[in-house]
Every structure is written in structure tokens, then in C-alpha cells.
């Protein structure tokens, strides 16, 4: 068994982590919650793991009051990717099959939850997004203005059509913050996870060209009003399919940081417009397309 004071001060890490998802600060633990989790698995051996981690479930579920099944979860699904990506970290596998486990399991989660909810205890997504928002606006006394109701009606639309992204976006940002800070974690308990391949080496298969393509295509030539699963598919796989070129993109400026020579800091300044912007994914689509790349080569 093996008990120190780092083990114990990332169980603590974990139960402030916990506790915040009852809070309004939520929204920072949903990001980090599982950092304490890969850290204390790779660190520990499985019983020691069990026994850090049945008091830490237990005190927080306690402080939570009303809130703690939910905590306790949310806990449960953020454990078992960390747990995931901590056995491979444990055999030495490279950091992009820890990534990808820990992005397909979190995704999975996601969506068994939205057909659990809407299937199974027959709970209608739209319909519970508008309730929140019109006693939202109800409580602030906005619901008089027809506009503001229009706006976030427009909203929830929006909401439930790009859900499909919203969901798969989550999941992979959660498991790259999730690498990316475990990583620099683990380093406090002396052991060195795999790094991902430098910023500058990402590149996405060129068949996604031709996916782009005909989703651009599908999506031109069906109809909006046709709604069902075909067009909701369609639909979401443009936005994905621009998010995979944006990576490209970011993987396109730090190959042109570091074939210039420019500071460190340049490419990760230039991120910032990159990610804002709607239409710099085309900068990944061209790089993907043609040798860009080449014609920079000293």
C-alpha cells in the first residue's frame, strides 16, 4: 500500500474539485475534474487507488446536500476515462491512445446519457431548454419582449441541431485538458508521461478532403425542413470536419513559427485570431490539399 502525502494531497484535489460542481464555479471542474483521478491511478496501485478514492466519493457526497447524487454522477463518469487514460499511461502507450481512449469513453458517456434521458425516461431535450430559459426570462421580466423571446427560441434551435458537435467537442477538449494537465501533474509524483507529436507535425488524413466535400454537397442539396436523423448527421459533420482543418491550421502555423524562426510565443499569438475567426479552417483545408508546406522548407 502505498500512502504518502502527495496521494493524500491529490485526493484533496479531487474532493475541492467535486465540491465545485455544486457551485457556480462548475464550470472550471468539469475541465480539471479528472486530472486528480489519472494522477492518483497511475500513481497507485489498484487497492491503494480503491482506498484513496472511497473517502474522497463518500466526503463529498456528504458536503453536497441535495446536489450530491448528482456529484457523486458526475464524479463516476469523469472516473472511468481518467482511469482509461491511467492504465495507459501505466503500460507506456503514447500519448494519442491515451487521448483517444479518454476522448471515445468520455464520448460514448455523452451520448448514452442523451438517449438514456430522452428514450428511457422519455425527457425531450428542446422542450426542457425552453423551460429553463422562459422562467429564466420570466424571473428577469423579459418575456413581455418579443424579440429577446425570439432570440433565445433561435438560440435553443441552434442549440439542438449542433448538439451532436457540442457533445463531441466537449469530449475531446475535456480528454485533451485533461492529457495535456495530468502530464505536467504527474511530473510532481516523478513520473513522465508521453508528450503528444509537436504542434508543428499535426496533420488530419487528406480523405477528410473529400468528406468535406460531399457533406458541403448534402448539405446544399437537402432541405432544412426535411429534419430526421440523415440531415441532423449531415449537418454536424461540417462543423466537425472544419474543426479537424483548424487543427491542421494550428499545426500549419507552428510548422511556419519554427521553419522561420520566429519567437516561441508567435504562433501561439496567432492561435488567438485563428481560433475567433469562422473561416481561417480553410488555412488546414489548403494545407491539407497541397503542399503548402514545401514552398516554406528551407
Known amino acids: 500500500m502505498n500512502i504518502s502525502w502527495k496521494s493524500l494531497a491529490w485526493s484533496a484535489a479531487a474532493v475541492v474539485l ?21 494522477v492518483l491511478f497511475t500513481m497507485l496501485d489498484i487497492k491503494s487507488f480503491v482506498l484513496h478514492l472511497v473517502p474522497v466519493g463518500i466526503i463529498a457526497y456528504l458536503l453536497t446536500g441535495v446536489l450530491g447524487p448528482m456529484v457523486a454522477a458526475l464524479g463516476l463518469i469523469y472516473l472511468v476515462p481518467a482511469i482509461g487514460m491511467g492504465h495507459l499511461y501505466k503500460k507506456g502507450s503514447s500519448a494519442r491512445a491515451a487521448l483517444t481512449a479518454g476522448f471515445v469513453i468520455l464520448l460514448a458517456q455523452m451520448l448514452l446519457g442523451l438517449v438514456f434521458f430522452s428514450i428511457m425516461i422519455d425527457i425531450d431535450v428542446k422542450a426542457e ?9 420570466e424571473n428577469a421580466k423579459l418575456v413581455e419582449s418579443g424579440w429577446v423571446v425570439e432570440a433565445f427560441k433561435n438560440l435553443i434551435d441552434a442549440i439542438v441541431l449542433y448538439l451532436p458537435t457540442v457533445v463531441l467537442t466537449m469530449a475531446f477538449v475535456i480528454a485533451a485538458t485533461g492529457h495535456g494537465l495530468s502530464r505536467l501533474a504527474l511530473r510532481t509524483v516523478d513520473i513522465e508521461a508521453p508528450a503528444l507529436p509537436e504542434a508543428k507535425t499535426w496533420r488530419v488524413p487528406r480523405s477528410l478532403l473529400l468528406y468535406f466535400f460531399i457533406a458541403m454537397l448534402a448539405v446544399s442539396a437537402m432541405s432544412k425542413d426535411q429534419g430526421g436523423y440523415w ?3 449531415i449537418y454536424n459533420l461540417v462543423p466537425v470536419l472544419q474543426i479537424a482543418f483548424t487543427i491542421q491550421a494550428i499545426g500549419f502555423l507552428f510548422f511556419l513559427a519554427d521553419n522561420k524562426d520566429w519567437p516561441k510565443i508567435a504562433p501561439l499569438l496567432l492561435c488567438i485570431p485563428l481560433l475567433m475567426l469562422p473561416w481561417t479552417f480553410l488555412i488546414g483545408l489548403l494545407d491539407a490539399a497541397f503542399p503548402l508546406r514545401k514552398y516554406f522548407v528551407k
Open 18 to 38: 467535486l465540491l465545485l460542481l455544486a457551485t457556480p464555479f462548475s464550470v472550471f471542474s468539469l475541465f480539471l475534474l479528472m486530472v486528480p483521478f489519472i
Open 129 to 137: 431548454l425552453v423551460a429553463v430559459v422562459t422562467q429564466s426570462l
Open 231 to 233: 440531415w441532423i448527421a
